[in-house]
Nanobody, 127 residues
Framework: QVQLVESGGGSVQAGGSLRLSCAASEYIYSSYCMGWFRQAPGKEREGVAAIYTGGGNPWYASSVKGRFTISQDNAKNTRYLQMNSLKPEDTAMYYC????????????????????WGQGTQVTVSS
């Protein structure tokens, strides 16, 4: 089981930026799908973005495409979520998740697909 620790959350005004980090407790080899999810109070957990550790184009939810960027530094065993042009509707607890897989694919945004989760980091965007 992989331990994941998120950091970088906080409170910003609309239009601002934050960068979230997800550090893994052990080396994530090149066959993992790494996802970022978020959950607002009273809402279901939704996929935000995902990246395959072996490379290739990432996946994004339509609500964040063009504003958020997922990236990774395999040498540091860390994944990132750069969030720009933040909106109040981006307010949520953000979670990092991992699953051993040969690809992320069409199910990248399904929470039940992922085996390991971090504790979450809160992002609050005020208008």
């Amino acid at each position: 089981q992989v331990q994941l620790v998120e950091s970088g959350g906080g409170s910003v005004q609309a239009g601002g930026s934050l960068r979230l980090s997800c550090a893994a407790s052990e080396y994530i080899y090149s066959s993992y799908c790494m996802g970022w999810f978020r959950q607002a109070p009273g809402k279901e957990r939704e996929g935000v973005a995902a990246i395959y550790t072996g490379g290739g184009n990432p996946w994004y939810a339509s609500s964040v495409k063009g504003r958020f960027t997922i990236s990774q530094d395999n040498a540091k065993n860390t994944r990132y979520l750069q969030m720009n042009s933040l909106k109040p509707e981006d307010t949520a607890m953000y979670y990092c998740a991992a699953v051993s897989a040969y690809w992320c694919g069409g199910g990248w945004n399904v929470p039940g697909r992922y085996d390991d989760w971090g504790q979450g980091t809160q992002v609050t965007v005020s208008s």
